[in-house]
């Protein structure tokens, strides 16, 4: 299965990226809050220099996004640092999706950028995400019993985080 990575178009991209959040918010495997189309496309188009949206397509169909961005944007000595994730559609998962959002958009984009570390916080009970991160070579550096707040339940997320060397 051949997976095309590239930069969303806001145009194109943001509707298929906002269903596709709405889907993994049903099955609890993302913190991310409902976006319109037409919230994720200004959002896209705003993007700073520090920032990406990348998708994958197989045959042609939107089968994923991945996004990074400055994960603490108050300090210089934490320049270095990105928050990246990950989502994909159902009948892609399993696929090599991720592992391509990964490989050819998130990781390049790291080393143009300067991230040297990148984190994220991942639902406790997400085991194939935790998973697939694991084997990217994030690490589990902490867990964070009811982080987030699920509609009044208060659920458990893992952070996680992965080092780059300068040259990556």
């Given amino acids: 299965m051949s997976v095309a990575v590239e930069h969303a178009i806001p145009e194109r991209d943001a509707g298929p990226i906002s269903r596709l959040i709405d889907i993994c918010r049903s099955e609890r495997r993302t913190v991310l809050d409902h976006y319109s189309p037409e919230e994720e496309a200004e959002y896209i188009m705003n993007l700073g220099p520090r920032a990406a949206v990348f998708v994958a397509r197989?045959?042609?169909?939107?089968?994923?996004?991945?996004?990074?961005?400055p994960r603490w944007d108050y300090s210089q000595r934490l320049k270095h640092c990105g928050e990246g994730g990950t989502w994909v559609m159902p009948e892609f998962r399993r696929r090599g999706v991720a592992t391509a959002l990964w490989r050819d958009g998130i990781l390049p984009f790291c080393c143009e950028v300067g991230f040297r570390h990148v984190g994220h916080f991942v639902m406790a009970h997400n085991e194939r995400?935790?998973?697939?991160?694991?084997?990217?070579?994030?690490?589990?550096?902490?867990?964070h019993d009811k982080l987030v707040d699920w509609d009044g339940e208060l659920l458990d997320a893992v952070e996680m985080e992965m080092l780059l060397e300068a040259d990556t």
Avoid: P, Q
């Fill in 58 to 69: 197989v045959g042609g169909e939107f089968a994923g996004f991945a996004g990074i961005a």
């Fill in 129 to 143: 995400a935790i998973a697939f991160y694991e084997n990217l070579g994030f690490r589990i550096c902490g867990r």
